[in-house]
């Protein structure tokens, strides 16, 4: 079974992703920001990353700068979900080494859909 | 809704667009017509449908025939008919085709996203097909979902729907919130009206035809009567496709299926030496 850490500061969209990534069976972990997530990285690495942008502590875009100079860090493929929806973003998420993006509001269709394309599933 | 509103509805779309209204289609035609009747100033959508039969009303008829087509569709749908065309279409035609001109006709384009994906993918193998050109027209009956895919301008949901986001991010640009395709690529598609029921031969020939979920809408002798005429017009060597749910078995010999290529056809050339041309569905000149 693959797993999936999703990072999201709302306990919302945590709950509505994990619902759509377990009946897509994944096994999911959660983390509130980035901060959390990195520490979840350290101990085991996932691999696939529901990531969203802005959030206390550590924003989404610092934890896949430092996540890419772990041991291993790699090897998770990195999704962004988020609000933030213009390209300077987009452009920015895809070269610090995203491999998708899903602009919010998202649904059950646009993340199979995007984890299909990136062979997650 | 009486019965016979409902009867003469399902005459006048058969006749016009090719559409088989199904049983019990209340619901449907309730929650399509509901804005045109709005829209024309009467009290609902029995009035409506009651005018249809007493006043024969072109601009109506017309806006009811759109209203009641079905137009789901999203980029790069079902994406091996995609893949197929970049692996095995384009290599054959790079070494048939001199000119390196291909023309490609997408017979049901809906609001766009079919040809346009045809477009990017084509940008994407033009390093590798340096010399080749995809020339695309697509064609609809409904001229609303025309509209729509000659501006590119699609929502936020629609281009998240099966488009990569690297693609994305190469042919669209941000307008307000919705999200516009490049001058190049809307270029690189031609868009006209035109009813799959009507004489299509004004097209020429062609070297490939997308005819993807559409047939699914018509009765056996209309299937029929569209695959034979689309034969005459397809190059010997060309390829036609349909949708993931069809197929061209039980309804014509004109086609025979490509082994290993789901959803591709290739001319049945014994069959369509004694296929005659064949005569379009409604008289030349009706609206
Ligand atoms: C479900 S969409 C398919 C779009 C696209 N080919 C795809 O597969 O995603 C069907 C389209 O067929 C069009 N259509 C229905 N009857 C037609 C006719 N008689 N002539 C031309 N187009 C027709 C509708 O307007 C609609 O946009």
Redesign the interface.
Known sequence: MKTCLVVDDSRVIRKVARRILENLQFEVLEAADGQEALDACKAAMPNAVLLDWNMPVMDGITFLKHLRKEQGGKDPIVVFCTTE???SH??EA?TEGAS????KP?DG??LE??FQ?VGLI | MTPEDIEHLAALLKARSGLILGADKTYLIESRLAPIARKEGFANVAGLLTSLRTRRDEKIIHAVVDAMTTNETFFFRDKTPFDQFKSDVLPVFAKSRVSGDIKVWCAACSTGQEPYSLAMMMDEARAQYPRMNLDITATDISERCLEKAQAGLYTQFEVQRGLPITMMVKNFEKVDEMWRISPKMRQAVKFRKMNLLDDLRGLGRLDVIYCRNVLIYFDLETKKRVLEQMATMLADDGYLFLGAAETVLGITDAFKPLSGMRGMYVKNMAANASLRPSMPLRAAGAA
């Open positions: 929806n213009d390209l987009i452009t895809l998708e993006y899903i602009m998202f269709d646009i859909a995007k394309e």
